[in-house]
């Protein structure tokens, strides 16, 4: 689809980063710092906007930007409260806590992310997302991580294309471990709408199963870069 390449051509630039939660990776520097608070971004990311980004700003700002020795050092444990009240959403002060720490376990035993899943053999998404989901589920981190990846795993599906898609003014491309063919379409209820009126799918879920199947046909226009087409699908919302 021809329709598709000029959207992607015409959306993938530094101006997607406005407004987009894509954007805290690129208000620090350093790459730890910019892995760190790039998967904690995707954690947070659904819902408003408006309420999720004041959730991100206030840990960039707690760590001052440096957001890898804040959770290395375990400095977010004053930030944030041990309680049940809100965070965002359905996440309460004690379930942050708790991912933090388990990330930060993480990060004292690896390095950081992107070095735990080296060391475990990754080379492809789906690898990475069965061993992200299943290192916080075995440390009881199931709602903010998914479990499993029965679901479509959208938020680490969108970090992972922050990770690994190189020569973009977006994506950071830092993880070279990961081909980006490989990379599955961030699949939520917006983006099937999207797939299903170009006549993509044809799939009333938002499921791993369906983000597949447009993955696969996301390959038939972009070969090398499938994870391209999540801009063009973007980009045809907006022009609707």
């Known amino acids: 689809m021809e329709i598709l390449k000029e959207l992607a051509e015409k959306y993938e630039t530094s101006d997607f980063l406005n407004g987009d939660p894509s954007w805290f990776m690129h208000q620090v520097v350093e790459k730890q710092n910019q892995e760190a608070i790039a998967f904690i971004a995707s954690c947070l990311s659904y819902g408003s906007r408006k309420q999720f980004f004041p959730k991100i700003q206030y840990i960039v700002d707690c760590s001052k930007g440096n957001v890898y020795d804040w959770l290395k050092e375990g400095r977010f444990v004053h930030d944030i409260p041990d309680d049940d009240k809100c965070y965002y959403r359905l996440y309460t002060n004690s379930m942050m806590k708790r991912f933090l720490r388990a990330y930060r376990e993480l990060i004292l035993q690896s390095g950081s992310l992107g070095e735990y899943l080296l060391r475990n053999g990754v080379d492809d998404a789906m690898k990475a997302l069965e061993a992200i989901t299943s290192y916080f589920a075995s440390q009881g981190i199931e709602v903010i991580v998914p479990k499993n990846t029965k679901s479509s795993c959208k938020r680490i599906?969108?970090?992972?294309?922050?990770?690994?898609?190189?020569?973009?003014?977006?994506?950071?491309?830092?993880?070279?471990?990961?081909?980006?063919?490989?990379?599955?379409?961030?699949?939520?209820?917006?983006?099937?709408?999207?797939?299903?009126?170009?006549?993509?799918?044809?799939?009333?879920?938002a499921s791993m199963t369906s983000a597949l199947r447009l993955t696969a046909r996301m390959a038939e226009i972009f070969p090398d870069d499938p994870l391209k087409g999540d801009f063009a699908l973007f980009g045809y919302g907006v022009n609707k």
């Open 157 to 205: 599906c969108m970090f992972l294309r922050w990770m690994v898609r190189d020569n973009s003014p977006v994506d950071l491309g830092l993880w070279d471990f990961i081909d980006k063919r490989t990379l599955i379409m961030p699949m939520d209820t917006h983006v099937l709408q999207e797939a299903c009126a170009l006549g993509l799918l044809n799939s009333r879920n």
